[in-house]
């Protein structure tokens, strides 16, 4: 059983940034997918990032291109999110998430991070 513990997130002030990092108890293949999603009460868990872990290949929802970045440390199993200049509408609760391939479905991905706070104040 594959364990992610995700750390980062916290309370910041819009335009501000926040790191999230995500470490897999076990070395990923090359063919595995990891993802950052994100979820606010009462809607459906939404897809932000996603790279592929052999060759680093990367997608991002609309909504935060170019303002996050996903990256990976193969040799730490661990992979990232930076997020920038942060907007009120990013505040949510962010989990990891590793898959097998590409999908913005939560559906897709078997191991699940616990989950971490970012709040964006205005």
């Known amino acids: 059983q594959v364990q992610l513990v995700e750390s980062g997130g916290g309370s910041v002030q819009a335009g501000a940034s926040l790191a999230l990092s995500c470490a897999a108890s076990?070395?990923?293949?090359?063919?595995?997918?990891m993802a950052w999603f994100r979820q606010v009460p009462g809607k459906e868990r939404e897809f932000v990032a996603g790279?592929?872990?052999?060759?680093?290949?990367?997608y991002y929802a609309d909504s935060v291109k170019g303002r996050f970045t996903i990256s990976r440390d193969r040799t730490e199993n661990t992979w990232f999110l930076q997020m920038n200049n942060l907007k009120p509408e990013d505040a949510a609760l962010y989990y990891c998430?590793?898959?097998?391939?590409?999908?913005?479905?939560?559906?897709?991905?078997?191991?699940w991070g616990q989950g971490t706070q970012v709040t964006v104040s205005s």
């Open positions: 790279i592929r872990w052999g060759y680093g290949s990367t």
């Open positions: 998430a590793q898959g097998n391939s590409y999908s913005t479905s939560p559906s897709s991905y078997r191991y």
């Open positions: 076990e070395r990923p293949y090359s063919s595995h997918f």
